[in-house]
């Protein structure tokens, strides 16, 4: 008797997050996976190569580390100018522990939260990760709604990538730049915030040449400086 309450609740709790998939498809534009790629892109996402990890709200990075890995931590950011990790959004929908790949080191080497990740070559359908996250998915800075909150009653997962390594330095003001246009606005509209987002110059950075421009034209590096490094990414 007591395995088949298990089986009823099983069921009755994968109808009840069905139904609240469904309402939340309902509410968002129908164009929502093209939005997700775009601002996503902002970051240097890559359908191809880039990889998604997903961690549990309130676990994310506790694994203690020795001082080795601190120091190489430590080196890798002096080197690029800033870490190249970065919380790119968030998820309530707990189906995503089913569509992620599960890490292959041993849970005391990985950070407790560390619930797997995303990426196209291990997908046994070979979508990228931008197609397979749920569609309650909200940008890091926009609010998440209280009612999707309810429906789901998780504790969350955060999404996290790696950003280009050329990228590292300009990830803060890209976050700033996202907490500006994205803390009024409601992530079951069209995200227009991203336009505002490109209009600021972010969305290519990914491409070491647009970097460049971009720190020109902001007065960060002078001329000379420019063609300098302009001629050694050509070489």
Known sequence: MALEDRKKRKGQTASTIAEAERMV??????????????YLKLFGYKPERTILQVHIVGFFNKRRVGARAVEKRQATAKRYGGTTFVVVGRTHDPSIMDLVIKP??????????YVGYLWKNKDPQNRPPHEILPLDFTPTHVPYPQDWKNMFATKGFMIALHVPASFAKD????????YQAGKNADVKQRW????????????QEQDPLNILKIRLAKGEISQTEYEKLRQTLAA
């Open 25 to 38: 498809s309902d509410q968002v534009p129908p164009n929502r996976r093209e939005e997700m790629l775009e």
């Open 171 to 178: 990830k803060n003001r890209l976050s700033r730049a996202l």
């Open 192 to 203: 227009d915030f991203i336009d505002q987002i490109r209009s600021a110059g972010y969305g």
């Open 104 to 113: 292959r080191k041993k849970p005391e080497q990985t950070s407790p939260g």
